[in-house]
């Protein structure tokens, strides 16, 4: 739960430029070459699958809200039918 708070407290804008930042140096530090064992390997493919999943866990639930409120605004209303 203490992850959950600190993140709370963490600007969205803030978290973004920070894994923006870090997913460069990642990426260029693996572009120089750099070895990786097995067990850092897996760590690495395992962040990435949360990354992933998460951002996809996300976007499905924006795109469902998008898809309620298309809904919701298409609905004709029933008041004054009789």
Known sequence: MAERASVDAISENSLLTDFAKCSRLLAQWLDEGQQLDTIEQIALENHIHVIHF??????RRQLLTETFQDHLERKPSVEGQG
């Open 54 to 59: 998460s951002y996809g866990a996300w976007k």
